[in-house]
């Protein structure tokens, strides 16, 4: 049994849509002239509303509120974001032999909304999201603390720059996946683990690393921050 944690937007909930509109009516209630694009995404050295905020050349007085609208958006909306095709059926397989948990800079009432709505109530144990105290790296460790306290596998599963550093910096594994918000490019720069490009292509890592328990680059694991092939 191995500890799988995933970030929610771009790495689970197809939100790519939903951010650049609901940044871009933020900024226009705000009265800030930036218009967003998926670059101020890609370009983020950090993945948060606040610092989303600060791409859109939010003033410093303003992020909170910017903040607070974007997941107001998020929570208003009539219907949840979809999920990437194929990655239901990778969850729910996972969840089957595997800890799972979701650490997010988003809502923890969004992320439920988003499980109910593609019947994954069942298979998340835990949500550390913008609405729990702690930075993402204290999350992870918090995670692993709960739930892997034996010395079982961690990995962190998420779609940004950030992601891959705050799991090195939890001193967990990295999965960078290729379909979210930032492209293969900036990932790579991050250095993760392993980049993989499909949901069964995330699927068949995990299982290569979790069949390694506690020797993660076995002889059977590609190199480190190669893509999954």
């Known amino acids: 049994m191995a500890l799988i944690l995933f970030d929610f937007d771009g790495a689970l909930a197809d939100t790519l849509g939903d951010l650049l509109q609901f940044g871009q009516e933020a900024c226009d209630e705000l009265g800030v002239k930036h218009t967003a694009t998926h670059d101020d995404l890609n370009s983020l050295e950090v993945m948060s509303f606040a610092t989303y905020g600060t791409q859109l050349e939010v003033p410093d007085e303003l992020l909170s509120e910017f903040v607070r609208r974007c997941l107001e958006k998020f929570g208003e909306k009539k219907s949840p974001p979809g999920i990437f095709a194929g990655l239901g059926e990778v969850i729910r397989e996972l969840s089957t032999n595997h800890v799972l948990g979701i650490v997010t800079g988003n809502s923890s009432d969004n992320v439920k909304a988003f499980l ?36 079982e596998a961690v990995c962190m599963v998420g779609d940004s720059a950030s992601d891959i550093r705050a799991a090195r910096e939890a001193g967990v594994k990295s999965i960078a996946v290729g379909w979210g918000h930032q492209s293969a490019e900036t990932l790579l720069r991050a250095r993760p683990d392993i980049l993989t490009h499909s949901p069964s292509e995330l699927r068949e890592a995990i299982l290569k690393l979790t069949a390694k328990s506690n020797d993660w680059l076995g002889k059977d694991l590609p190199e480190r921050n190669e893509s999954w092939t």
Do not use: M, T, W
């Open 116 to 151: 109910s709505a593609h019947g994954l109530d069942d298979c998340i144990r835990a949500i550390y999201g913008v609405d729990s105290p702690g930075s993402k790296v204290e999350k992870i460790s918090l995670a692993q603390n709960q739930f892997a306290a034996g010395g």
